[in-house]
């Protein structure tokens, strides 16, 4: 076994019944979804005629869910990177910590090759049980922030005030919510430039609220071998770019407390992030795309953050996906990790943000699909000098 994991249901470590049983357990992780669970259960008659695990008292709506992994040899370092705060460190991983939404059960003539399967979503699903109309008075995006998840029990990343909003006071525009807690953190998110999720990292029930901007500086938490002869741990890569994106935002807002006729400017091609490679898109390319932003603002400052978040949401041209098999790969990967890819040229090998992760776990095995971005290529001239062929495409236009 690659890994041994634990389920606990309300804090209770299943039993061993329960594991014996388990076909399958999926978990995915995403920067931008809500974290989400499939566990799936064979089903069968019992002495007294019911069906087992239908009506078992772990499994009903709104038990909480969580599952974490240990990865075999304690040799995994890992972490969540971008949005802890933290770097890689070693041991078990809290990969999922929510609640049961749902279940879809199957029968069969019999029972035979009946099953359930037992579907939940992460503890955000808390914030997201009462639409609210609400105004937000002499508190910038991050306060709001941090005071939501402080009503939920959830910590506040200490990253979320980094790269904040003005304050919005009653002489400009107040903060109106109109909309469940979760739905307004995330509106408030994109609209910043930042992500906004909740998440634990080793112990279920200590979760954290990231409202806070990918941080793209860490150092690789492992990485990724495609043509290593003995040392490979990645079988197979799929990667793309697009050059369709925008690459530099003009932004012009008349406000209250400026009377030029031309209003005020947050013209901006820098997203505020730091690159993952040399080349960001629009050297790529060589030619920028440009995009007009007009949104309600109290000052040029504000209106600034909200073309730097124009671009933080489309700077993402370059994907990589793939598979990778947890004995082999020896880390569990998780959402906002930094990772470095070597093996694939001089134009993709480099470091990536993860941007989501569905564990699959079944008796047998343990596999991660993985979808990594990046916001850069490496540099125009490969290892043989040779310009590359989007480089050369580049300059002849």
């Known amino acids: 076994m690659p890994a041994a994991y634990q389920l606990f249901f309300n804090g209770q470590s299943a039993d061993p019944d329960m594991f014996a049983a388990i076909t399958s357990l999926e978990v995915e992780e995403s920067l931008d979804l809500p974290g989400a669970i499939q566990l799936s259960l064979p089903v069968d008659a019992t002495d007294g005629g019911d069906l087992t695990y239908v009506a078992d008292a772990r499994l009903q709506p709104l038990v909480n869910l969580a599952v974490v992994v240990q990865p075999s040899g304690d040799s995994a370092s890992s972490g969540l990177g971008a949005l802890t705060g933290g770097g890689s460190s070693a041991g078990a991983q809290c990969i999922f910590d ?83 807690d979760i739905q307004f953190l995330r509106m408030l998110a994109r609209r910043n430039g930042k992500i906004c999720r909740v998440a634990c990292a080793d112990k279920p029930g200590e979760r954290t609220g990231y409202f806070s901007k990918p941080s793209l500086s860490a150092s690789p938490s492992v990485t990724l071998a495609l043509n290593e002869p003995l040392a490979w741990n990645i079988s197979a890569l799929d990667l793309d770019w697009d050059g369709t994106l925008p690459t530099s935002v003009i932004a012009r807002q008349a406000i209250f407390t400026d009377d030029s006729p031309g209003g005020v400017s947050g013209d901006t091609d820098d997203s ?126």
Request: hydrophobic residues 40%; charged residues 20%; negative net charge.
């Open 98 to 180: 929510g609640y049961i939404l749902a279940h879809k059960l199957h029968l069969q003539k019999g029972t035979t090759n009946s099953t359930l399967a037992v579907w939940g979503q992460d503890s955000a699903w808390l914030m997201n049980l009462q639409e609210k109309t609400k105004e937000w008075l002499d508190m910038t995006d991050a306060d709001v922030a941090n005071s939501i998840f402080g009503d939920y029990g959830i910590t506040p990343s200490s990253d979320n005030s980094d790269d904040d909003s003005p304050s919005h006071t009653e002489d400009g525009h107040s903060l109106m919510q109109r909309g469940t």
């Open 272 to 397: 505020g992030l730091s690159r993952l490679g040399d080349r960001g898109l629009a050297e790529f390319t060589g030619k920028p795309m440009t995009v007009l932003l007009a949104a309600p603002v109290d000052d040029a400052g504000e209106l600034a953050m909200r073309a730097r978040a124009v671009l933080r949401e489309s700077l993402w041209f370059v994907k990589c996906s793939g598979e990778a098999d947890l004995s082999r790969l020896g880390t569990v990967l998780r959402a906002g990790m930094i990772v470095s890819l070597s093996g694939a040229g001089s134009l993709h090998s480099g470091n990536y943000l993860v941007w989501s992760v569905r564990h699959t776990i079944k008796p047998d095995s343990y596999k991660m699909k993985f979808q990594l971005v990046r916001d850069a290529v490496g540099a125009a001239g490969g290892a043989d000098g040779l310009t590359s062929a989007a480089g050369q495409a580049a300059g002849a236009l």
